[in-house]
């Protein structure tokens, strides 16, 4: 399947896509992608215990992808399991410098949860990468 193809908001029926997204994830579960899309669905059908068991797999199965991981204590926030949520954004792995838009999904998780130690300097770096923002 082209999931890079198929955007992450899918208006209507998310069940049909879950189901298309743990399909693609049983047949191939070796590609990244497929457990993040699965997980995407799941959070936008505030289905965040399947999510989090989902990510937590994915995570032991990558456990390098800083995504995963940022996706997973955006999870956990979404669950209001605040202590876990900051726990995961501690252990976050490094984001490769090239990728914008992991790293401004953490600094914008790391203000939204209050995460961050240093929020001005937080703040900073997200305008620094995105001014609109």
């Known amino acids: 399947m082209l999931w890079d193809l198929m955007p992450r908001d899918v208006p ?8 298309l997204a743990r399909k693609a994830t049983a ?10 899309r ?6 936008r059908t505030g289905r965040h215990e399947e ?4 990510l937590a797999e994915a995570i032991s199965r990558f456990p390098r992808e800083p995504l995963l991981q940022l996706m997973l204590a955006d999870t956990y926030d979404r669950a209001q399991r605040l202590d876990l949520t900051h726990e995961i954004l ?13 790293t401004l999904y953490r600094l914008e998780l790391l203000m939204r949860t ?7 300097q937080v703040a900073t770096d997200t305008l620094a990468l995105d001014p609109t923002n």
Do not use: C, M, Y
């Open 12 to 19: 209507n029926n998310q069940s049909i896509f879950i189901d």
């Open 27 to 36: 047949l191939r579960p070796e590609v990244v992608k497929n457990w993040e």
């Open 38 to 43: 699965l997980a995407w669905h799941l959070l």
């Open 51 to 54: 999510a989090a068991t989902v």
């Open 90 to 102: 501690h252990l976050v792995p490094q984001i490769p410098i090239g990728d914008r838009e992991t």
């Open 114 to 120: 209050k995460a961050a130690n240093n929020a001005d």
